[in-house]
């Protein structure tokens, strides 16, 4: 419940702006990656240890619980619950200090753990282990629930490389564990005295798997010294806050000492069969991905070209990895090749060895929860055994059981994850919004727990017990020892105060009123322009992420460009989605008109980088743009929705008295005015050219091809257009250049203000026109007019016109890939000039979603002396009218990392296909070009 009085204390410590407790800010926090959603108390994002204390005494004062958290990738619940949360990730996130010689490291709990090794690379070391999650996985969570990844068998669990922990006890106490201070010497005694006298019970019913993070760790400490460090390793928050960690690190090994062997099965069986014999060859990791994963990845956009690695259809791979110099890869290979031939295995056996093969083996692997989520029906592969480890002597024998109890249940189910230590994941797929699903969900649960007993393994190997498998923790340990983890709990927390309801004492793992979707959910009907059908509906679509947090990664890929300018979870694709799916199910007091959430939503781009970075496909530029739809409905369109919404119309007027419209825009006058019309004035506007582009007044009859001008090559850019004509005209080949009819636009900005009735009738007008011209090929200038045709009007046109809309959409290409393919004809005559030149591309953010920047990058790289490469840019920061909306985030998005690559290549030439691109690196003071123009640029002139 919320406290008006609590917030009070917390921000009067804090600060405002660092205790939150509005409605949205709680329901954003509500959830993790499991099954379960319990609305904090309040939200706090401390900025130090000593912010840290200040909310545990605050909290103390009020009775409330505390909860540390991370990027909230917990699979199992204990990331949620009625307490004061503690947010890490936003400044709590600083390198301390490197010590190479030493190999430690010393760190706060927010900083994420693939940017920590990101920041080690260069000096070859590496944090050990690597949970899948480690892109957005906070050091904080790595160390609550002693992380280990595919590499536990050569570097074990988090416990292993943590050397000093420094904690905020439950009292508010803030001290290093190893300290001599008077609370901590009666910790350790206190926590030897429960060891020395439950030793016979901990020998007994411990799991007899070292991939095991049940309980607290009373079997890793020696009673005559204990290490609270161990203890606190997997702990999950209930014992103290983490506030400061000293790690050990480890040699990276580069990617040239790795081999990676993919070896093919028939079955699963085979496969976990084959895992003991294999692991005698001393690899560093064996990993299974089954033909459910293997499927979903063919169908995900953003990961189906990185199947590099697989031969056929196999039921099961194992991923298996060597370490060594050449000889040793060329020997461990030919001897993993034998002992499959000897076991009589006749699967492929396909090899790995660039780097570039490599990460797309991880790559997949790493999505592989993301991927098996992606499955677009009611009954989704959810988290509760999935984290079940045994001895993995006794794995073929424990998943085959498993696999039964799962089948007498009447489902089916994915699995995948770590077969070299005994702890593979799988995921029944259950629908927990019906009788049924429920139903599945506790017997399901039930008979395995008591299955991973009969094989002395462990109901949690890294993923945590958090509510999905605490209430199991009595039954694997039995009485004597659940008392004596309460005993633990007591000694460092004797009000119950630390997430409580985790390790100890937890809920039942179906009951009601904890789990996401409970069996009376429903959602309010919506008024749709897209077609959701393939979506099981709208609601369908909003709750297809399942709260991974992959959309929380730094420092790389696009998705979510206002998150990483921001480290707001309100504007990660997690964020938007989980405030969409609370405005659909009534939890707003407004539903779809509410006004938080316009504001949660207002800062997405529409990159559509989530569509394919998001291993579930989450595409929230979709569903803005139809909540901004709804949104019009309820309150009408202002006039910067109107004007930017309709720039093709504002364009053919301004256009034609160019001069006269950037004397306007320009003077002072012309940006007060429109400031007072309530538009944005922060930034130029793009001006208009002095001549717009003309039609050649003479076109061939029988065009190869037909060039799509759209309205910024009309009336902003016809150098661009004009370059195109000129090359084809260099290469012989006949395009015919042709405005769009009707409204001679796409869309596209219509689509991006959620003007989607207009956006409709423009689609159907230029399908309806379009298909009656030659069935050639439609050539593309502008990435986001591309998309508009060969994405969004699948879904947005009416059901009579979405099959011509596909064909459509078959004969869209970018103007680059038809280049490529001229240029790849014989028969052509090109001179380059001899000049060696560094290119760096800048993708559009929808060209690298939707079909990638391998055409722009394959043009550049025909002109002869080039050195071309793509930037790590992310977008660019404008999208449209956003830049203009928002100049500020826009600027803090190019500063990522688009505008520091330029500035540390300045001989570099940069091409943009994008023209939002453009015009944020141009303002910004730098130069980029289309490619067809650095293309013609590198041409000899023509005879």
């Known amino acids: 419940m919320h406290n008006p009085d609590l917030l009070h204390d917390l921000e009067s410590a804090l600060g405002v702006g660092n205790a939150l407790a509005d409605r949205m800010t709680r329901i954003l926090y509500s959830t993790d990656a499991s099954n379960y959603q319990i609305m904090p108390l309040a939200v706090t994002f401390p900025r130090d240890a000593d912010d840290v204390v200040a909310v545990h005494e605050v909290a103390r004062a009020h009775g409330a619980p505390v909860l540390p958290r991370g990027g909230g990738s917990a699979l199992a619940g204990q990331a949620v619950g009625e307490a004061v949360i503690m947010d890490f990730t936003r400044h709590m996130r600083r390198l301390r200090g490197i010590h190479a010689e030493a190999r430690t490291v010393d760190v706060e709990p927010g900083l994420i753990l693939g940017n920590l090794n990101a920041q080690l690379a260069s000096l ?71 060891v020395s006298k439950h030793a016979e019970q901990i020998a007994a019913r411990f799991p007899k798997t070292w991939r095991t993070v049940a309980g607290y760790a009373l079997d890793k400490i020696d009673p005559a010294g204990p290490d609270l460090n161990w203890l606190l390793c997997g702990s999950e928050g209930t014992l103290a806050t983490v506030v400061r960690a000293e790690l050990r690190l480890v040699e990276r090994p580069g990617s040239e000492r790795k081999r990676l062997a993919l070896a093919h099965f028939d079955s699963l069986r ?31 956009a953003g990961y189906r070209d990185r199947l590099t690695f697989v031969d056929g259809d196999p039921a099961a791979i194992l991923v298996v990895e060597f370490v060594g110099d050449e000889k040793m890869l060329r020997h461990s290979v030919k001897q993993l090749r034998d002992l499959l031939r000897r076991l009589g295995y006749r699967g492929a056996l396909t090899i790995a060895e660039t780097p570039a093969r490599q990460d797309d083996v991880w790559t997949v692997r790493k999505a592989g929860l993301g991927l098996m989520m992606s499955e677009r029906s009611e009954a989704k592969p959810i988290s509760f055994i999935e984290d079940a480890a045994v001895p993995v002597e006794r794995l073929a024998d424990y998943i085959s059981d498993v696999e039964r109890i799962i089948h007498a249940n009447d489902t089916t ?34 008979a395995v727990a008591d299955t991973v007993i009969k094989y002395q393994g462990s109901i949690t190997g890294e993923h945590g017990q958090g509510i999905a498998r605490g209430e199991y923790s009595q039954r694997l340990f039995g009485a004597e020892l659940m008392d004596a983890f309460r005993a633990v709990k007591r000694a460092f927390d004797p009000q119950n105060r630390m997430n409580p309801g985790k390790i100890i004492d937890a809920p039942a793992m179906d009951s009601a009123g904890l789990l996401r979707y409970s069996l009376d959910y429903s959602t309010i009907a919506i008024d749709t322009r897209y077609d959701w059908s393939a979506d099981q509906g709208f609601a369908g679509a909003v709750e297809m992420c399942n709260g991974a947090g992959v959309c929380r990664k730094e420092g790389t890929g696009t998705m979510c460009p206002s998150y990483q300018a921001t480290l707001d979870e309100a504007h990660s694709t997690r964020g938007r989605a989980n405030a969409l799916r609370a405005a659909i199910r009534g939890a707003l007091p407004d539903d779809m008109g509410d006004p938080a959430l316009k504001s949660v939503l207002d800062l997405c781009l529409s990159c559509k980088a989530c569509a394919s970075e998001c291993p579930s496909s989450v595409d929230v530029a979709k569903l803005k743009s139809e909540f901004l739809a709804s949104w019009q409905d309820r309150y009408g369109i202002d006039l910067a929705t109107r004007l930017f919404g309709n720039i093709h119309r504002v364009n053919a007027i301004a256009g034609r008295l160019p001069r006269l419209s950037n004397a306007v825009m320009q003077s002072a006058l012309g940006k007060w005015g429109i400031g007072a019309l309530g538009l944005p004035n922060q930034r130029p506007l793009p001006s208009f050219a002095r001549r717009p582009f003309a039609l050649p007044a003479s076109q061939v009859a029988q065009p190869d091809a037909m060039l799509i001008i759209d309205t910024f090559s009309q009336w902003n850019h016809p150098e661009i257009a004009q370059a195109a004509l000129t090359l084809a005209s260099r290469l012989g080949a006949r395009i015919k250049a042709i405005r769009l009819p009707g409204a001679a636009c796409c869309g596209r900005p219509a689509i991006s203000k959620g003007l989607l009735d207009s956006a409709k009738r423009m689609a159907q007008e230029n399908i309806r026109a379009l298909q009656k011209l030659p069935a050639v090929p439609l050539l593309f200038l502008e990435p986001s007019c591309q998309s508009a045709f060969t994405d969004d009007y699948l879904t947005l046109v009416d059901a009579a016109n979405q099959s011509a809309a596909h064909e459509l959409a078959q004969r869209c290409q970018s103007i680059e890939s038809f280049f490529v393919e001229q240029l790849a004809q014989p028969t052509h005559s090109l001179s380059w000039r001899a000049a060696e030149t560094q290119i760096l591309l800048h993708g559009h953010c929808h060209q690298k979603a939707l079909w990638g920047a391998g055409d722009s990058l394959a043009l550049l790289r025909c002109i002869p002396g080039a050195t071309v490469a793509e930037m790590n840019s992310g977008c660019c920061g404008v999208a449209g009218s956003f830049g203009y909306e928002h100049v500020e985030l826009s600027l803090r998005i190019a500063e990522d990392r688009l505008l520091p690559g330029i500035r540390a290549n300045p001989a570099a030439i940069i091409a943009a296909p994008g023209t939002s691109c453009r015009a944020q690196i141009h303002d910004a003071g730098y130069q980029a070009r289309h490619p067809i123009q650095i293309a013609l640029d590198a041409l000899l002139p023509a005879d």
């Open 413 to 446: 189910y994915a699995i995948y994850a770590h077969a070299s230590a005994g702890c593979l994941h799988i995921r029944p797929l259950i629908n927990l919004k019906t009788v049924r699903g429920r139903a599945q969900y506790r017997q399901i649960a039930d």
């Open 270 to 300: 085979a496969a976990l069969e084959a895992t003991p014999r294999i692991l005698e060859l001393k690899p560093a990791a064996i990993e299974l991905m089954d033909k459910f994963l293997l499927d979903k990845t063919r169908a995900a």
């Open 124 to 194: 070859g070391l590496m944090f050990g282990p690597d949970p899948a999650s480690a892109e957005r996985a906070a050091i904080g969570g790595v160390i609550g629930n002693n992380a280990t990844g595919a590499h536990s068998v050569q570097y074990g669990m988090t416990a292993d490389h943590v050397a000093r922990l420094q904690v905020v006890l439950a009292d508010g106490e803030l001290c290093w564990l190893d300290a001599e201070a008077a609370a901590l010497k009666q910790l350790r005694s206190t926590i030897g005295g429960l």
